[in-house]
Protein backbone atom coordinates (compact mmCIF):
# COMPACT_ATOMS: atom_id res chain seq x y z
CA UNK A 1 0.00 0.00 0.00
CA UNK A 2 0.54 3.71 -0.49
CA UNK A 3 2.75 5.39 2.23
CA UNK A 4 0.04 7.11 3.92
CA UNK A 5 0.12 10.89 4.71
CA UNK A 6 1.67 12.49 8.41
CA UNK A 7 -0.77 13.80 10.64
CA UNK A 8 -2.80 16.57 10.48
CA UNK A 9 -1.12 16.93 6.80
CA UNK A 10 -3.17 17.90 3.65
CA UNK A 11 -3.17 16.05 -0.15
CA UNK A 12 -4.63 19.17 -1.13
CA UNK A 13 -1.55 21.41 -2.81
CA UNK A 14 -0.87 24.87 -1.93
CA UNK A 15 -2.78 27.18 -4.51
CA UNK A 16 -0.10 28.02 -7.45
CA UNK A 17 0.64 31.50 -7.97
CA UNK A 18 -0.99 33.19 -10.57
CA UNK A 19 0.18 36.52 -12.78
CA UNK A 20 -3.74 38.26 -12.09
CA UNK A 21 -6.59 38.31 -9.88
CA UNK A 22 -8.64 36.36 -12.30
CA UNK A 23 -6.12 34.77 -14.25
CA UNK A 24 -7.61 31.31 -13.21
CA UNK A 25 -11.73 32.39 -15.05
CA UNK A 26 -9.13 33.47 -17.89
CA UNK A 27 -8.28 30.34 -18.58
CA UNK A 28 -12.20 28.91 -18.86
CA UNK A 29 -12.42 31.17 -21.68
CA UNK A 30 -12.59 27.70 -24.21
CA UNK A 31 -15.49 26.57 -22.33
CA UNK A 32 -16.96 29.63 -23.06
CA UNK A 33 -15.96 29.99 -26.75
CA UNK A 34 -18.85 27.09 -27.98
CA UNK A 35 -21.75 29.72 -26.10
CA UNK A 36 -19.84 33.01 -27.30
CA UNK A 37 -22.75 33.44 -29.47
CA UNK A 38 -25.81 33.47 -26.29
CA UNK A 39 -22.96 35.46 -24.35
CA UNK A 40 -22.93 38.18 -26.60
CA UNK A 41 -27.07 37.63 -26.88
CA UNK A 42 -27.20 37.80 -23.46
CA UNK A 43 -24.84 40.88 -23.21
CA UNK A 44 -26.62 42.77 -25.85
CA UNK A 45 -30.12 42.35 -24.07
CA UNK A 46 -28.39 43.52 -20.64
CA UNK A 47 -27.09 46.41 -22.21
CA UNK A 48 -29.99 47.24 -24.01
CA UNK A 49 -32.13 47.23 -21.20
CA UNK A 50 -29.67 49.58 -19.43
CA UNK A 51 -30.66 51.82 -22.20
CA UNK A 52 -34.26 52.00 -21.83
CA UNK A 53 -33.14 52.20 -18.12
CA UNK A 54 -31.52 55.52 -18.74
CA UNK A 55 -34.20 56.66 -21.38
CA UNK A 56 -36.71 56.66 -18.46
CA UNK A 57 -34.67 59.53 -16.69
CA UNK A 58 -34.44 61.77 -19.44
CA UNK A 59 -37.92 61.24 -20.20
CA UNK A 60 -39.18 62.14 -17.45
CA UNK A 61 -36.86 65.10 -17.47
CA UNK A 62 -38.67 65.87 -20.56
CA UNK A 63 -42.24 65.76 -19.30
CA UNK A 64 -41.18 68.16 -15.77
CA UNK A 65 -39.78 70.81 -18.18
CA UNK A 66 -42.42 70.35 -21.15
CA UNK A 67 -45.98 69.30 -20.83
CA UNK A 68 -46.13 69.40 -16.63
CA UNK A 69 -44.73 73.51 -16.93
CA UNK A 70 -46.57 74.48 -20.61
CA UNK A 71 -49.49 71.99 -19.80
CA UNK A 72 -49.97 70.47 -23.23
CA UNK A 73 -51.91 67.48 -22.47
CA UNK A 74 -51.57 65.77 -25.81
CA UNK A 75 -47.90 65.91 -25.24
CA UNK A 76 -48.21 64.48 -22.14
CA UNK A 77 -50.30 61.41 -23.26
CA UNK A 78 -47.37 60.84 -25.92
CA UNK A 79 -44.96 60.83 -23.72
CA UNK A 80 -47.12 58.34 -21.60
CA UNK A 81 -47.31 55.74 -24.25
CA UNK A 82 -43.55 55.97 -24.60
CA UNK A 83 -42.70 55.05 -20.92
CA UNK A 84 -45.26 52.37 -21.28
CA UNK A 85 -43.18 51.14 -24.24
CA UNK A 86 -40.06 51.34 -22.56
CA UNK A 87 -41.59 49.25 -19.48
CA UNK A 88 -42.79 46.71 -22.00
CA UNK A 89 -39.42 46.25 -24.29
CA UNK A 90 -37.39 45.98 -20.68
CA UNK A 91 -39.65 43.10 -19.68
CA UNK A 92 -39.37 41.81 -23.14
CA UNK A 93 -35.50 42.18 -23.09
CA UNK A 94 -35.07 40.58 -19.57
CA UNK A 95 -37.61 37.54 -20.18
CA UNK A 96 -34.72 37.04 -23.51
CA UNK A 97 -31.56 37.59 -21.20
CA UNK A 98 -32.89 34.80 -18.27
CA UNK A 99 -34.09 31.98 -21.38
CA UNK A 100 -30.57 32.71 -23.44
CA UNK A 101 -28.59 32.59 -19.87
CA UNK A 102 -30.52 28.89 -19.10
CA UNK A 103 -29.40 27.27 -22.20
CA UNK A 104 -25.56 29.05 -22.14
CA UNK A 105 -24.86 28.88 -18.61
CA UNK A 106 -25.90 25.35 -18.10
CA UNK A 107 -23.90 23.86 -21.40
CA UNK A 108 -20.58 25.45 -20.01
CA UNK A 109 -21.49 23.88 -16.30
CA UNK A 110 -21.60 20.44 -17.90
CA UNK A 111 -18.57 20.56 -20.23
CA UNK A 112 -16.37 21.89 -17.40
CA UNK A 113 -17.71 18.99 -15.09
CA UNK A 114 -17.53 16.72 -18.38
CA UNK A 115 -13.71 17.54 -18.68
CA UNK A 116 -13.07 17.46 -14.34
CA UNK A 117 -14.94 14.04 -14.61
CA UNK A 118 -13.06 12.49 -17.66
CA UNK A 119 -9.69 13.75 -16.18
CA UNK A 120 -10.18 12.32 -13.32
CA UNK A 121 -10.75 8.81 -14.87
CA UNK A 122 -7.29 9.04 -16.35
CA UNK A 123 -5.26 10.15 -13.42
CA UNK A 124 -3.45 7.46 -12.48
CA UNK A 125 -4.40 5.29 -9.36
CA UNK A 126 -1.16 7.44 -7.19
CA UNK A 127 -3.14 10.38 -7.91
CA UNK A 128 -5.90 9.12 -6.29
CA UNK A 129 -3.82 7.64 -3.40
CA UNK A 130 -2.84 11.10 -2.14
CA UNK A 131 -5.75 13.14 -2.67
CA UNK A 132 -9.36 12.84 -0.11
CA UNK A 133 -11.72 12.03 -2.39
CA UNK A 134 -14.29 14.93 -0.53
CA UNK A 135 -11.85 17.26 -1.79
CA UNK A 136 -12.66 16.36 -5.25
CA UNK A 137 -16.28 15.52 -4.97
CA UNK A 138 -16.24 19.36 -3.76
CA UNK A 139 -14.58 20.51 -6.89
CA UNK A 140 -17.39 18.64 -8.66
CA UNK A 141 -19.67 20.10 -7.06
CA UNK A 142 -19.99 23.09 -5.22
CA UNK A 143 -16.72 24.80 -6.62
CA UNK A 144 -18.47 24.10 -10.53
CA UNK A 145 -21.35 25.68 -9.22
CA UNK A 146 -19.99 28.31 -8.47
CA UNK A 147 -18.02 29.11 -11.82
CA UNK A 148 -21.83 28.84 -13.29
CA UNK A 149 -23.16 31.44 -11.07
CA UNK A 150 -20.86 33.59 -11.99
CA UNK A 151 -21.04 33.02 -15.86
CA UNK A 152 -24.67 33.35 -15.24
CA UNK A 153 -24.97 36.37 -13.34
CA UNK A 154 -22.07 37.95 -12.51
CA UNK A 155 -19.76 38.61 -15.44
CA UNK A 156 -22.77 39.98 -17.47
CA UNK A 157 -23.66 42.75 -14.59
CA UNK A 158 -19.84 43.31 -14.04
CA UNK A 159 -19.46 44.15 -17.87
CA UNK A 160 -22.78 45.83 -17.68
CA UNK A 161 -22.12 47.79 -14.56
CA UNK A 162 -18.77 48.94 -15.66
CA UNK A 163 -20.48 50.55 -18.89
CA UNK A 164 -23.40 51.71 -17.20
CA UNK A 165 -21.29 53.94 -14.59
CA UNK A 166 -19.18 54.84 -17.51
CA UNK A 167 -22.26 56.19 -19.64
CA UNK A 168 -24.13 57.52 -16.97
CA UNK A 169 -20.88 59.18 -15.41
CA UNK A 170 -20.52 61.16 -18.71
CA UNK A 171 -24.13 62.16 -19.25
CA UNK A 172 -23.98 63.59 -15.56
CA UNK A 173 -20.70 65.63 -16.49
CA UNK A 174 -22.33 66.88 -19.47
CA UNK A 175 -25.40 67.43 -17.65
CA UNK A 176 -23.93 69.47 -14.61
CA UNK A 177 -20.03 69.42 -14.57
CA UNK A 178 -19.87 70.25 -10.55
CA UNK A 179 -22.59 67.63 -9.68
CA UNK A 180 -21.43 64.97 -11.99
CA UNK A 181 -17.35 65.76 -10.33
CA UNK A 182 -18.79 64.55 -7.13
CA UNK A 183 -19.97 61.59 -8.57
CA UNK A 184 -16.83 60.56 -9.88
CA UNK A 185 -14.58 62.19 -6.88
CA UNK A 186 -16.48 60.27 -4.08
CA UNK A 187 -15.43 57.01 -6.48
CA UNK A 188 -11.52 57.05 -6.72
CA UNK A 189 -11.15 56.06 -2.78
CA UNK A 190 -13.84 53.45 -2.58
CA UNK A 191 -12.01 51.82 -5.16
CA UNK A 192 -9.19 51.36 -3.45
CA UNK A 193 -10.83 50.42 -0.15
CA UNK A 194 -12.43 47.79 -2.26
CA UNK A 195 -9.23 46.46 -3.63
CA UNK A 196 -7.62 46.12 -0.60
CA UNK A 197 -10.32 44.14 0.81
CA UNK A 198 -10.81 41.62 -1.92
CA UNK A 199 -7.08 40.50 -1.41
CA UNK A 200 -8.01 39.27 2.06
CA UNK A 201 -11.52 38.52 0.90
CA UNK A 202 -9.68 36.04 -1.74
CA UNK A 203 -7.55 34.21 0.69
CA UNK A 204 -10.51 33.73 3.13
CA UNK A 205 -12.73 32.29 0.18
CA UNK A 206 -9.42 29.35 -0.50
CA UNK A 207 -9.74 28.70 3.31
CA UNK A 208 -13.94 28.24 3.26
CA UNK A 209 -13.50 26.20 -0.35
CA UNK A 210 -10.27 24.19 0.91
CA UNK A 211 -12.39 23.35 4.31
CA UNK A 212 -15.72 22.55 2.80
CA UNK A 213 -13.89 19.65 0.64
CA UNK A 214 -11.94 18.55 4.19
CA UNK A 215 -16.05 18.73 5.79
CA UNK A 216 -17.17 16.49 2.69
CA UNK A 217 -14.23 14.07 3.66
CA UNK A 218 -15.54 13.19 6.63
CA UNK A 219 -19.24 12.89 5.69
CA UNK A 220 -18.36 10.49 2.93
CA UNK A 221 -16.01 8.71 4.98
CA UNK A 222 -18.60 8.16 7.54
CA UNK A 223 -21.40 7.23 5.36
CA UNK A 224 -19.37 4.31 3.77
CA UNK A 225 -18.37 3.37 7.18
CA UNK A 226 -21.16 3.97 8.98
CA UNK A 227 -21.51 -0.38 9.77
CA UNK A 228 -17.72 -0.40 11.16
CA UNK A 229 -18.66 2.64 13.20
CA UNK A 230 -22.18 1.34 14.57
CA UNK A 231 -20.73 -1.77 15.31
CA UNK A 232 -17.51 -0.56 17.57
CA UNK A 233 -19.93 2.14 19.29
CA UNK A 234 -17.70 4.75 18.13
CA UNK A 235 -20.27 7.65 16.43
CA UNK A 236 -19.33 9.91 19.65
CA UNK A 237 -16.02 9.83 18.49
CA UNK A 238 -16.63 10.63 14.77
CA UNK A 239 -19.02 12.85 15.53
CA UNK A 240 -16.22 15.02 17.62
CA UNK A 241 -14.31 14.82 14.46
CA UNK A 242 -16.83 15.97 12.00
CA UNK A 243 -17.88 18.71 14.54
CA UNK A 244 -14.23 19.80 14.82
CA UNK A 245 -14.10 20.46 10.86
CA UNK A 246 -17.17 21.82 10.97
CA UNK A 247 -16.75 24.50 13.78
CA UNK A 248 -13.24 25.59 11.65
CA UNK A 249 -15.40 25.80 8.80
CA UNK A 250 -17.54 27.90 10.42
CA UNK A 251 -15.15 30.00 11.84
CA UNK A 252 -13.46 30.76 8.51
CA UNK A 253 -16.98 31.43 6.83
CA UNK A 254 -17.40 33.90 9.56
CA UNK A 255 -14.09 35.75 8.97
CA UNK A 256 -15.42 35.38 5.14
CA UNK A 257 -18.71 37.68 5.81
CA UNK A 258 -17.44 39.75 8.35
CA UNK A 259 -14.64 40.69 5.39
CA UNK A 260 -18.02 41.24 2.81
CA UNK A 261 -19.30 42.71 5.03
CA UNK A 262 -17.17 45.83 5.77
CA UNK A 263 -16.58 45.63 1.86
CA UNK A 264 -20.60 46.67 1.64
CA UNK A 265 -21.15 49.03 4.16
CA UNK A 266 -18.55 50.74 2.82
CA UNK A 267 -20.04 50.38 -0.87
CA UNK A 268 -23.58 51.01 0.74
CA UNK A 269 -22.87 54.21 2.60
CA UNK A 270 -20.85 55.92 -0.24
CA UNK A 271 -23.82 55.99 -2.94
CA UNK A 272 -26.11 57.61 -0.02
CA UNK A 273 -23.55 59.97 1.20
CA UNK A 274 -22.95 61.37 -2.65
CA UNK A 275 -26.94 61.66 -2.89
CA UNK A 276 -27.34 63.99 0.06
CA UNK A 277 -24.56 65.94 -1.76
CA UNK A 278 -25.85 65.96 -4.80
CA UNK A 279 -29.28 66.77 -3.70
CA UNK A 280 -27.73 69.69 -1.52
CA UNK A 281 -25.91 71.14 -3.65
CA UNK A 282 -28.42 70.71 -6.85
CA UNK A 283 -31.59 72.18 -4.54
CA UNK A 284 -29.37 75.40 -3.68
CA UNK A 285 -29.01 75.15 -7.86
CA UNK A 286 -32.42 75.61 -8.92
CA UNK A 287 -33.35 77.70 -5.83
CA UNK A 288 -30.63 80.40 -7.43
CA UNK A 289 -31.79 79.55 -11.33
CA UNK A 290 -28.63 77.76 -12.39
CA UNK A 291 -30.45 74.42 -12.84
CA UNK A 292 -34.09 73.51 -13.84
CA UNK A 293 -36.13 71.48 -11.57
CA UNK A 294 -36.43 68.79 -14.69
CA UNK A 295 -32.62 68.47 -14.92
CA UNK A 296 -32.43 68.14 -11.36
CA UNK A 297 -34.80 65.26 -11.21
CA UNK A 298 -33.40 63.74 -14.21
CA UNK A 299 -29.95 64.05 -13.09
CA UNK A 300 -31.09 62.41 -9.07
CA UNK A 301 -32.28 59.98 -11.25
CA UNK A 302 -29.76 59.38 -13.18
CA UNK A 303 -27.65 58.69 -10.58
CA UNK A 304 -29.78 56.37 -8.81
CA UNK A 305 -28.92 54.19 -11.04
CA UNK A 306 -25.73 54.07 -10.57
CA UNK A 307 -26.72 53.24 -6.82
CA UNK A 308 -27.59 49.83 -7.98
CA UNK A 309 -23.93 49.22 -9.82
CA UNK A 310 -22.53 50.68 -6.98
CA UNK A 311 -24.10 48.61 -4.42
CA UNK A 312 -23.79 45.20 -6.29
CA UNK A 313 -20.22 45.86 -7.07
CA UNK A 314 -19.17 44.21 -4.10
CA UNK A 315 -21.46 41.23 -4.54
CA UNK A 316 -20.01 41.14 -7.63
CA UNK A 317 -16.92 40.90 -6.77
CA UNK A 318 -17.06 38.27 -3.96
CA UNK A 319 -18.50 36.35 -6.54
CA UNK A 320 -15.40 37.05 -9.31
CA UNK A 321 -13.43 35.88 -6.25
CA UNK A 322 -15.53 32.95 -5.20
CA UNK A 323 -15.45 31.60 -8.79
CA UNK A 324 -11.56 32.23 -9.51
CA UNK A 325 -10.99 30.21 -6.55
CA UNK A 326 -13.14 27.71 -7.26
CA UNK A 327 -11.09 27.71 -11.40
CA UNK A 328 -7.71 27.76 -9.45
CA UNK A 329 -9.08 24.53 -7.50
CA UNK A 330 -10.37 22.91 -10.62
CA UNK A 331 -7.65 23.29 -12.56
CA UNK A 332 -5.15 22.04 -9.57
CA UNK A 333 -6.91 18.80 -10.89
CA UNK A 334 -7.22 19.12 -14.80
CA UNK A 335 -3.20 20.46 -14.95
CA UNK A 336 -2.00 17.14 -13.06
CA UNK A 337 -0.61 15.14 -15.48
CA UNK A 338 -1.18 11.06 -15.09
CA UNK A 339 2.30 9.04 -14.70
CA UNK A 340 0.52 5.94 -16.18
CA UNK A 341 0.47 7.29 -20.21
CA UNK A 342 -0.33 5.75 -23.31
CA UNK A 343 2.77 5.28 -25.14
CA UNK A 344 3.56 7.14 -28.51
CA UNK A 345 3.25 3.70 -30.46
CA UNK A 346 1.45 1.29 -29.12
CA UNK A 347 3.05 -2.37 -29.66
CA UNK A 348 1.17 -5.40 -30.32
CA UNK A 349 1.07 -8.47 -28.48
CA UNK A 350 -0.61 -11.49 -29.36
CA UNK A 351 1.66 -14.47 -27.64
CA UNK A 352 -0.25 -16.96 -25.18
CA UNK A 353 0.18 -14.97 -21.80
CA UNK A 354 4.30 -15.07 -20.95
CA UNK A 355 4.42 -13.47 -17.65
CA UNK A 356 7.86 -11.95 -16.56
CA UNK A 357 9.10 -9.51 -13.89
CA UNK A 358 12.65 -8.47 -15.23
CA UNK A 359 15.25 -6.94 -12.48
CA UNK A 360 12.03 -5.11 -11.18
CA UNK A 361 12.46 -2.39 -9.13
CA UNK A 362 9.19 -0.16 -7.46
CA UNK A 363 9.07 3.23 -4.89
CA UNK A 364 6.09 5.34 -4.22
CA UNK A 365 5.70 9.04 -5.69
CA UNK A 366 7.43 11.29 -3.04
CA UNK A 367 9.13 8.45 -1.60
CA UNK A 368 13.39 7.85 -1.79
CA UNK A 369 13.38 3.82 -0.91
CA UNK A 370 12.17 1.16 -3.24
CA UNK A 371 9.88 -1.09 -1.72
CA UNK A 372 10.71 -3.62 -4.26
CA UNK A 373 13.89 -4.14 -5.59
CA UNK A 374 15.40 -7.16 -7.81
CA UNK A 375 12.40 -9.27 -8.82
CA UNK A 376 12.79 -11.42 -11.51
CA UNK A 377 9.87 -13.99 -12.09
CA UNK A 378 9.21 -15.45 -15.18
CA UNK A 379 5.43 -17.00 -15.28
CA UNK A 380 4.75 -19.44 -18.68
CA UNK A 381 1.21 -19.54 -19.99
CA UNK A 382 -0.97 -21.97 -18.39
CA UNK A 383 1.45 -21.55 -15.31
CA UNK A 384 -0.12 -20.13 -11.76
CA UNK A 385 2.59 -18.26 -9.17
CA UNK A 386 1.28 -17.95 -5.47
CA UNK A 387 3.35 -14.79 -4.30
CA UNK A 388 3.39 -15.00 -0.32
CA UNK A 389 5.41 -12.84 2.34
CA UNK A 390 5.01 -10.64 5.09
CA UNK A 391 2.14 -8.33 5.46
CA UNK A 392 3.19 -5.10 3.90
CA UNK A 393 6.17 -6.82 2.18
CA UNK A 394 4.38 -5.37 -1.44
CA UNK A 395 2.77 -8.44 -2.71
CA UNK A 396 -0.08 -6.22 -3.32
CA UNK A 397 1.74 -3.78 -5.21
CA UNK A 398 3.88 -6.48 -6.87
CA UNK A 399 0.75 -7.52 -8.46
CA UNK A 400 -0.24 -4.19 -9.23
CA UNK A 401 2.23 -3.28 -11.86
CA UNK A 402 0.93 -5.61 -14.09
CA UNK A 403 -2.02 -4.08 -15.58
CA UNK A 404 -0.55 -1.03 -15.08
CA UNK A 405 -2.10 0.62 -12.37
CA UNK A 406 1.58 1.59 -11.19
CA UNK A 407 4.55 1.99 -13.44
CA UNK A 408 7.66 0.19 -12.44
CA UNK A 409 10.69 2.20 -11.08
CA UNK A 410 13.53 -0.34 -12.67
CA UNK A 411 13.43 -3.01 -14.77
CA UNK A 412 10.70 -3.87 -16.85
CA UNK A 413 7.41 -6.40 -16.84
CA UNK A 414 7.04 -7.94 -20.33
CA UNK A 415 3.81 -9.51 -21.33
CA UNK A 416 4.53 -12.36 -24.27
CA UNK A 417 8.18 -10.75 -24.15
CA UNK A 418 6.64 -7.07 -24.85
CA UNK A 419 7.51 -4.25 -21.99
CA UNK A 420 3.76 -3.34 -20.62
CA UNK A 421 4.66 0.33 -21.23
CA UNK A 422 4.63 -0.28 -24.71
CA UNK A 423 0.87 -1.91 -24.94
CA UNK A 424 -1.92 0.57 -25.48
CA UNK A 425 -3.81 0.85 -22.14
CA UNK A 426 -6.98 -0.83 -23.72
CA UNK A 427 -4.90 -3.96 -25.05
CA UNK A 428 -3.18 -4.75 -21.88
CA UNK A 429 -6.22 -4.19 -19.64
CA UNK A 430 -8.47 -6.71 -21.61
CA UNK A 431 -5.72 -9.01 -21.27
CA UNK A 432 -5.48 -8.54 -17.91
CA UNK A 433 -8.33 -8.87 -15.38
CA UNK A 434 -8.05 -8.63 -11.56
CA UNK A 435 -9.94 -9.80 -8.45
CA UNK A 436 -8.79 -7.84 -5.24
CA UNK A 437 -9.15 -8.84 -1.67
CA UNK A 438 -11.43 -5.63 -1.28
CA UNK A 439 -13.68 -6.28 -3.47
CA UNK A 440 -15.13 -2.72 -5.73
CA UNK A 441 -18.64 -2.84 -6.88
CA UNK A 442 -20.79 0.02 -8.24
CA UNK A 443 -24.44 0.78 -7.72
CA UNK A 444 -25.71 -0.60 -10.01
CA UNK A 445 -27.04 -3.65 -11.00
CA UNK A 446 -25.25 -7.34 -10.75
CA UNK A 447 -25.05 -7.75 -14.64
CA UNK A 448 -23.08 -4.05 -14.93
CA UNK A 449 -20.88 -5.03 -12.25
CA UNK A 450 -20.24 -8.26 -13.81
CA UNK A 451 -19.72 -7.68 -17.35
CA UNK A 452 -17.63 -4.30 -16.09
CA UNK A 453 -14.51 -5.66 -17.78
CA UNK A 454 -16.33 -7.42 -20.50
CA UNK A 455 -19.25 -5.55 -21.76
CA UNK A 456 -19.94 -8.18 -24.97
CA UNK A 457 -20.14 -11.30 -22.65
CA UNK A 458 -22.77 -13.50 -23.45
CA UNK A 459 -25.24 -15.40 -20.93
CA UNK A 460 -23.19 -18.61 -21.28
CA UNK A 461 -19.93 -16.66 -20.26
CA UNK A 462 -21.59 -15.36 -17.45
CA UNK A 463 -23.00 -18.31 -15.91
CA UNK A 464 -19.77 -19.94 -16.18
CA UNK A 465 -18.08 -17.04 -14.75
CA UNK A 466 -20.71 -17.16 -11.66
CA UNK A 467 -20.46 -20.88 -11.42
CA UNK A 468 -16.56 -20.42 -11.19
CA UNK A 469 -16.86 -18.30 -8.46
CA UNK A 470 -19.73 -19.87 -6.28
CA UNK A 471 -22.04 -16.97 -6.96
CA UNK A 472 -24.94 -18.41 -8.37
CA UNK A 473 -26.83 -16.53 -5.40
CA UNK A 474 -27.34 -14.05 -7.70
CA UNK A 475 -30.57 -15.98 -9.20
CA UNK A 476 -31.96 -15.54 -6.00
CA UNK A 477 -31.87 -11.88 -5.56
CA UNK A 478 -35.50 -10.19 -6.40
CA UNK A 479 -34.59 -9.63 -10.31
CA UNK A 480 -31.88 -11.60 -10.03
CA UNK A 481 -28.72 -10.69 -12.53
CA UNK A 482 -30.90 -7.21 -12.74
CA UNK A 483 -30.72 -6.85 -9.71
CA UNK A 484 -29.28 -3.43 -7.94
CA UNK A 485 -26.07 -4.27 -5.56
CA UNK A 486 -26.21 -0.48 -3.70
CA UNK A 487 -23.16 1.59 -3.10
CA UNK A 488 -20.21 -0.54 -2.87
CA UNK A 489 -22.24 -3.57 -2.65
CA UNK A 490 -23.37 -2.83 0.70
CA UNK A 491 -26.76 -4.87 0.25
CA UNK A 492 -24.68 -8.38 -0.33
CA UNK A 493 -22.45 -9.89 2.17
CA UNK A 494 -18.93 -9.98 2.42
CA UNK A 495 -18.30 -13.47 0.88
CA UNK A 496 -21.04 -12.63 -1.92
CA UNK A 497 -18.99 -8.97 -3.01
CA UNK A 498 -15.93 -11.07 -3.38
CA UNK A 499 -17.61 -13.84 -5.04
CA UNK A 500 -19.11 -11.40 -7.61
CA UNK A 501 -15.69 -9.60 -8.05
CA UNK A 502 -13.95 -12.95 -8.56
CA UNK A 503 -16.66 -14.13 -11.58
CA UNK A 504 -15.76 -10.46 -12.80
CA UNK A 505 -12.38 -11.12 -13.13
CA UNK A 506 -12.59 -14.66 -15.03
CA UNK A 507 -15.36 -13.39 -17.09
CA UNK A 508 -13.86 -13.83 -20.84
CA UNK A 509 -10.79 -15.90 -19.88
CA UNK A 510 -8.50 -13.69 -20.12
CA UNK A 511 -4.88 -14.54 -20.97
CA UNK A 512 -3.51 -13.03 -17.47
CA UNK A 513 -5.56 -13.29 -14.08
CA UNK A 514 -4.15 -11.43 -11.20
CA UNK A 515 -5.67 -12.69 -7.64
CA UNK A 516 -5.11 -10.21 -4.58
CA UNK A 517 -6.17 -12.86 -2.21
CA UNK A 518 -9.68 -13.13 -3.76
CA UNK A 519 -10.70 -15.99 -1.25
CA UNK A 520 -10.15 -14.37 1.99
CA UNK A 521 -14.17 -13.64 3.42
CA UNK A 522 -15.22 -17.04 2.10
CA UNK A 523 -16.25 -19.50 4.71
CA UNK A 524 -14.14 -22.97 4.11
CA UNK A 525 -16.81 -24.92 2.28
CA UNK A 526 -17.52 -22.37 -0.30
CA UNK A 527 -13.79 -21.73 -0.56
CA UNK A 528 -12.76 -25.44 -1.46
CA UNK A 529 -15.80 -25.35 -4.25
CA UNK A 530 -14.58 -21.83 -5.22
CA UNK A 531 -10.60 -23.03 -5.78
CA UNK A 532 -11.69 -26.67 -7.50
CA UNK A 533 -13.42 -24.59 -10.11
CA UNK A 534 -10.60 -22.26 -10.04
CA UNK A 535 -8.21 -24.53 -10.69
CA UNK A 536 -9.73 -25.42 -14.58
CA UNK A 537 -9.38 -21.52 -14.69
CA UNK A 538 -6.16 -21.24 -13.99
CA UNK A 539 -5.07 -24.36 -16.28
CA UNK A 540 -5.97 -22.35 -19.57
CA UNK A 541 -4.35 -19.06 -18.57
CA UNK A 542 -1.48 -17.24 -16.78
CA UNK A 543 -2.06 -16.63 -13.16
CA UNK A 544 -0.63 -14.46 -10.02
CA UNK A 545 -2.12 -15.47 -7.20
CA UNK A 546 -1.34 -13.54 -3.53
CA UNK A 547 -1.58 -15.87 -0.88
CA UNK A 548 -1.92 -15.64 2.63
CA UNK A 549 -3.70 -19.44 3.75
CA UNK A 550 -2.52 -22.41 2.46
CA UNK A 551 -5.30 -23.40 0.54
CA UNK A 552 -4.73 -20.81 -1.93
CA UNK A 553 -1.12 -21.75 -2.12
CA UNK A 554 -2.40 -25.20 -2.96
CA UNK A 555 -3.74 -23.54 -6.67
CA UNK A 556 -0.49 -22.43 -7.86
CA UNK A 557 2.15 -24.27 -9.56
CA UNK A 558 4.93 -22.59 -8.05
CA UNK A 559 5.86 -19.94 -5.04
CA UNK A 560 7.73 -16.90 -4.74
CA UNK A 561 8.65 -15.76 -1.35
CA UNK A 562 9.12 -12.21 -0.79
CA UNK A 563 11.36 -11.19 1.82
CA UNK A 564 13.54 -8.13 2.94
CA UNK A 565 16.66 -7.55 0.43
CA UNK A 566 20.07 -6.87 1.63
CA UNK A 567 20.43 -3.23 0.25
CA UNK A 568 16.76 -2.80 1.77
CA UNK A 569 13.61 -2.89 -0.23
CA UNK A 570 11.76 -5.98 -0.65
CA UNK A 571 12.56 -9.59 -3.11
CA UNK A 572 12.33 -12.57 -3.91
CA UNK A 573 14.14 -14.97 -1.52
CA UNK A 574 12.94 -18.30 -2.57
CA UNK A 575 11.16 -19.66 -5.02
CA UNK A 576 9.88 -23.29 -5.75
CA UNK A 577 6.87 -25.85 -5.26
CA UNK A 578 4.74 -25.88 -2.29
CA UNK A 579 6.62 -29.10 -0.69
CA UNK A 580 10.20 -28.22 -1.81
CA UNK A 581 9.76 -24.97 -0.07
CA UNK A 582 7.92 -26.52 2.73
CA UNK A 583 10.68 -29.12 3.19
CA UNK A 584 13.73 -26.47 3.04
CA UNK A 585 12.56 -22.97 3.31
CA UNK A 586 12.34 -21.72 7.16
CA UNK A 587 10.90 -18.47 6.13
CA UNK A 588 7.74 -20.01 3.92
CA UNK A 589 7.02 -22.51 6.84
CA UNK A 590 6.84 -19.70 9.08
CA UNK A 591 4.90 -17.76 7.10
CA UNK A 592 2.20 -20.63 6.68
CA UNK A 593 2.27 -21.46 10.39
CA UNK A 594 0.84 -18.18 11.50
CA UNK A 595 -2.53 -18.88 9.65
CA UNK A 596 -1.90 -22.69 10.27
CA UNK A 597 -1.01 -25.29 12.86
CA UNK A 598 1.94 -28.10 11.70
CA UNK A 599 -0.88 -31.11 11.28
CA UNK A 600 -2.64 -29.02 8.73
CA UNK A 601 0.74 -27.93 6.91
CA UNK A 602 1.88 -31.76 6.20
CA UNK A 603 -1.69 -32.20 5.37
CA UNK A 604 -1.30 -29.73 2.60
CA UNK A 605 2.10 -30.77 1.79
CA UNK A 606 0.47 -34.36 1.05
CA UNK A 607 -2.32 -32.61 -1.18
CA UNK A 608 0.56 -30.39 -3.14
CA UNK A 609 1.77 -33.96 -3.74
CA UNK A 610 -1.26 -35.28 -5.41
CA UNK A 611 -2.21 -32.40 -7.26
CA UNK A 612 1.45 -32.46 -8.69
CA UNK A 613 0.92 -35.97 -9.43
Known amino acids: MPPSLPPGSSPVPSPPHTTGQLASLWRLRRYVRPYRAKMAVMLVVALASTLIGVAVPLLTSTVINGPLRTGDRDALWLLGLYALLFGLAEAALILTRRLTLASSVLGIERDLRDDLYEHLQHLDVGFHDSWQSGQLVSRMTSDISSIRRFFGFALIFLVVNSITFVSVGILLIVIDPLLGGIVVLFGVPLSIVVFRYEKVYRRNIRAVQ????EVATDVEESALGIRAIKSFGRRDLFFQRYDAKAVHLRKLQLAQIRTLAHIWAMIIAQPQTVLALLTLFGVAATAAGK???GTLVAFVALYQ???WPIESS?????ASQEANTAAERIFEVLDAQPTIVEPAEARSSHGTGRLEFENVGFSYPGSDELLLTGINLVIEPGETLAVVGPTGCGKTTLTALVPRLYDVTEGRVLLDGVDVRELSLSDLRTRVACAFEDPTLFS???RENLALGRPDADEEQVEEALRVAQA????????????RVGEQGMSLSGGQRQRLALARAVLGRPSILVLDDPLSALDIHTEGLVEQALRSVLAETTGLVVAHRPSTVLLADRVAVLGPAPGGGTTVVAEGTHHELLEHNAVYRDLLSQSSDLTELA???ELAEEVVR
Open 210 to 213: DQQG
Open 291 to 293: LSL
Open 305 to 307: MLI
Open 314 to 318: GWLLA
Open 444 to 446: ASV
Open 472 to 483: QYVHDLPWALDT
Open 603 to 605: DLS
